[in-house]
């Protein structure tokens, strides 16, 4: 019953990241050919100009997809086990596609942002925690902290996974409340990440207990065979 239950967990989970990615594609795709005065760059028409901000644009809005697929597959148990060739390459992207490529483009678009001071904070917030994160995942994995790395993985994934919640949230505002866009843009700019890395946080400390309980059944089993 136990296997069912978890077979039918990461089902959903994998179909949930696969319409989060299919959206985040279908996103994408718009802006091509580069269009100005489309989609998100319709409220951005006064940086539009600044070829620095441009670029950056671009540039996150085409490689991010890179970041979210790599990292789909980063939490596969079997692909660990059975193609660790895989996941090292896979990962690989994922860490240079961010710290390398998206970093910086996002941190550009951080300040540039529409939402005043309060929405720029945030997105810096945003950018230097993922940033941070996923350099700690590399760090970590280098000393061969294995539980470490992986915390720091799925940190850092709830935070690329903003991409998508930022438009999702987006969306529930705007269709339940009556909000300018200044202030949507202010909310939704916390929105987008702290619920994210909260749930992470939860998953996180979720694992500790259930690797500290099989850890204590597995002592216990050791002492009755040792009295036995």
């Avoid at 997105?123 to 992986?150: M, P, S, Y």
């Amino acid at each position: 019953m136990g296997t069912v239950k978890y077979i039918v967990k990461i089902i959903c989970i994998y179909l949930l990241l696969s319409a989060a990615t299919f959206l985040m594609l279908k996103g994408i795709i718009r802006y091509y050919p580069l269009d100005d005065h489309i989609g998100f760059l319709q409220f951005k028409q006064d940086f539009i100009h600044i070829t620095h901000w441009k670029i950056a644009f671009y540039i996150h809005v085409f490689t991010i997809i890179f970041a979210l697929l790599a990292g789909f597959t980063q939490f596969s148990t079997s692909l660990l086990k059975e193609y660790r060739s895989i996941h090292k390459i896979m990962g690989k992207i994922y860490v240079y596609d961010i710290l390398l490529i998206n970093f910086p483009a996002a941190l550009i678009m951080a300040v540039y942002a529409n939402s005043l001071l309060p929405g720029k904070l945030a997105f810096l917030t945003l950018d230097c925690l993922w940033f941070l994160f996923t350099l700690k995942a590399v760090l970590e994995i280098k000393k061969g902290n294995i539980r470490q790395h992986r915390e720091y993985m799925i940190r850092s994934y709830a935070l690329t996974l903003s991409a998508v919640t930022l438009r999702v949230w987006k969306m529930v505002l705007m269709g339940f409340a009556e909000i300018d866009l200044l202030h949507l843009y202010m909310i939704n700019a916390w929105l987008g990440f702290i619920p994210n890395l909260l749930f992470a946080e939860w998953l996180i400390k979720r694992n500790r207990k259930r690797l500290s309980f099989n850890s204590d059944i597995g002592n216990n089993q050791k002492k009755n065979r040792k009295e036995d």
